[in-house]
């Protein structure tokens, strides 16, 4: 049985740092070492961080480290490049990382020796099929060339195609269409579909099982709304193709296999983006910037795997969060993008971190009741959030830590857009940080200050940049998880929601026997089916 948490030495010599620190001020920290600001950064794979406007000393970094240490973080990162089945409540390897390994690369020892092999091989089906439709070479069953794209799956078989495509928009061809329906929700499928020639749209279904419900009951209405006019089901194979594990369950929806690009029960689906679930990515892009996304996934998979700790981006920022988290007791952590094209970016971190860190039993099976483990992620690009939330965020009662993420060159320059859009970064941590005193008898003008936020920066948005961003929270949360001894890698927590929607469902008809359920879903029931 492992050790609890808050039983380690290590976490104890951080909570009585805790008491002796806490109340230190940034103002004060930053005067007495001058060099804090330089110092305390960090580089790799193109994304500087700085992290000196954290409520930090040298000696709560030792002692994060330190406490990483004792939690086996080395071992566990070791662990799961070499393919270990650290997702040990589903026995299954986590091998997000081969996705993106170069050609050739052997993994470390890997415990899924072949993995590279049909990697490549589904890279390979991945870019031709995206070559061919870019060329407008893929005709729709009337000889018609494709020229909408329509997404359909949910959580990581939506979330990071859609961020993927609205991040790296500016580098995507433009004559493509692209959409993504989600939700089950009708209004969905209806809008993303509103204006579209079937003749000329192809859907690809994304579902790593096969079996989620919105998905499949999206999928179906996309059959029938393109054989409406197609008329013909041998239609399907022009206009349908599948991205999943699940060969049978895609023959069984009428998707020849030779349509399907397949992955593995070692990619969990939040952590997807950079298998064939990029599909949509791929022909938005190419195959070529594809690959360089891939590439500054696997420069951060570097990082993560040798840096020492104290210089290891995803390290120090899984630290910190534990730092607020487990000591000053903050809530959540909010993402601030300040770049249209990473509108999407904190919706897809709210699934990568919290369907991760939301756990509530140890790795040894052990109810957690002495600690917290992961906190709510949020976010919105700025400056909109400024004139939004941001006043929570500065004089509200609640410690909101915060990322910072901006580029030095713009993707559309437009006269001095780009620098009132930094100079805005550069002033929202300073103000946090440093605040300001309220002149004489208002106070409401106050501004306490000592607000922490990481600043991360790199050249340009880049499909490598967005792979080492992503890369850079994914192994984050990784280092979260090792020291909340937690299984970051399954999501029981949906499965009780879905069963009870299926068993609720046959109720919501008119003339079926009302269940005998407690009173309130009973009452609600009553009221749906009496209009
Ligand atoms: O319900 C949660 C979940 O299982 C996510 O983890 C997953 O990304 C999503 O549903 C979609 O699953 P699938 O790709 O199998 O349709």
């Not at 950064?41 to 961080?49: F, S, T, V």
């Not at 756990?359 to 009741?369: H, N, P, R, S, W």
């Not at 000592?450 to 280092?479: M, W």
């Not at 029981?492 to 407690?518: H, M, N, T, W, Y």
């Amino acid at each position: 049985m492992t050790i609890m948490l808050t039983d380690r030495p290590s976490f104890q010599a951080l909570e009585a740092h805790y008491r002796q620190i806490h109340q230190r001020h940034l103002r004060d920290l930053f005067a007495e070492d001058p060099a804090r600001g330089e110092r305390m950064h960090a580089e790799a794979a193109g994304l500087y961080l700085d992290y000196a406007k954290n409520r930090i000393t040298d000696e709560t970094l030792r002692l994060l480290v330190a406490l990483a240490e004792d939690c086996g973080l080395r071992k566990r990162i070791d662990a799961m490049f070499r393919g270990d089945k650290i997702n040990l409540t589903e026995e299954r390897s986590v091998l997000h990382t081969a996705l993106r390994a170069p050609r050739g690369k052997c993994l470390a020892a890997a415990a899924v020796p072949d993995a590279g092999k049909p990697v490549q091989r589904v890279l390979g089906h991945m870019a031709k099929f995206a070559n061919q439709l870019r060329a407008g070479e893929w005709l729709g069953f009337t000889g018609k060339p494709i020229c909408n794209i329509v997404n359909i799956g949910i959580g990581g078989s939506d979330l990071g195609p859609v961020m993927a495509y609205e991040a790296l928009r500016r580098y995507s061809k433009r004559q493509l269409n692209f959409r993504f329906v989600s939700n089950v929700d009708g209004t969905d499928f209806k809008e993303a579909t509103r204006g579209l020639s079937p003749e000329k749209t192809l859907f690809i279904v994304a579902s790593k099982t096969f079996t989620t419900l919105e998905t499949l009951a999206n999928a179906e209405s996309a059959k029938q709304w393109a054989l409406k006019k197609l008329r013909d089901p041998a239609a399907v194979a022009r206009h349908f193709v599948a991205v999943s594990t699940a060969a049978e369950e895609v023959t069984a929806f009428g998707i020849d296999t030779k349509n399907m690009f397949g992955f593995w029960d070692w990619v969990g689906g939040r952590y997807s983006m950079d298998s064939a679930i990029g599909l949509s990515t791929m022909i938005a892009i190419g195959p070529k910037h594809f690959l360089e996304m891939l590439d500054g996934f696997h420069a951060m998979d570097e990082h993560f795997r040798t840096a020492p700790f104290d210089r290891n981006l995803p390290v120090l920022m899984g630290l910190l969060t534990v730092w607020y988290n487990n000591f000053f007791g903050a809530q959540t952590v909010a993402v601030l993008p300040y770049d249209q094209y990473l509108k999407r970016f904190p919706a897809y971190l709210q699934q990568l971190t919290m369907e991760s860190s939301g756990k509530g039993v140890t790795l040894d099976g052990e109810a957690i009741a002495t600690y917290q483990t992961g906190p709510i992620f949020w976010g919105e690009p700025g400056t909109n959030g400024q004139h939004s939330f941001y006043q929570l965020l500065h004089q509200g009662t609640k410690l909101v830590p915060c990322d910072f993420i901006g580029f030095r060159q713009a993707l559309n320059p437009l006269g001095r857009h780009h620098d009132l859009l930094m100079a805005n970064v550069f002033a929202q941590s300073k103000a946090l940080a440093f605040g300001q005193e309220a002149p004489a008898g208002e106070p409401y003008r106050n501004f306490a200050g000592n607000r922490p936020s990481n600043t991360i920066l790199a050249e340009r948005l880049t499909p490598a940049i967005l792979g080492a961003l992503v890369a850079l929270y994914e192994h984050s949360v990784f280092t979260q998880g090792v020291v909340w001894n937690i299984n970051p890698f399954d999501q029981f927590g949906v499965q009780l929601g879905k069963v009870l929607a299926q068993e609720i469902l046959p109720s919501l008809a008119r003339d079926a026997p009302l269940p005998e359920d407690d009173s309130s879903t009973v009452a609600l029931l009553r009221w749906y089916r009496a209009g």
